[in-house]
């Protein structure tokens, strides 16, 4: 399995933006996605990238002020996070899933590799 690290969470005020990153193990074909979990919450799609980074597709609740890319040079997803609300507060995960092509995935259950997450805090 590939193996994830996420990086650039942090605290922001509400409209503020972050850039959040997710590295990749290896050069492998996989389609990448972003989630996120809030305290007694369940985990819920965010953002998603078909390998090639020609299609991606959003939560609605994003949809507008979230932008997910990828560098498969480097092995690494992006998702800038602008406009801020306290309700994006959360921990994000990105997640990978072996795919070539223009697919893109937003069920928990079409992953199988996952990274430890990083906290994203925004203050009111």
């Known amino acids: 399995q590939v193996q994830l690290v996420e990086s650039g969470g942090g605290l922001v005020q509400a409209g503020g933006s972050l850039r959040i990153s997710c590295a990749a193990s290896?050069?492998?074909?996989?389609?990448m996605s972003w989630f996120r979990q809030a305290p007694g919450k369940e985990r819920e799609f965010v953002a998603a990238i078909s390998w090639s980074g020609i299609s991606t597709g959003y939560a609605d609740s994003v949809k507008g002020r979230f932008a997910i890319s990828r560098d498969n040079a480097k092995n690494t997803v992006y998702l800038q996070l602008n406009s801020l609300k306290p309700e994006d507060t959360a921990v994000y995960y990105c997640a990978a899933r072996p795919s070539y092509g223009t697919a893109w995935y937003s069920r928990v259950a079409d992953f199988g590799s996952w990274g430890q997450g990083t906290q994203v805090t925004v203050s009111s």
């Open positions: 290896g050069r492998i074909f996989y389609a």
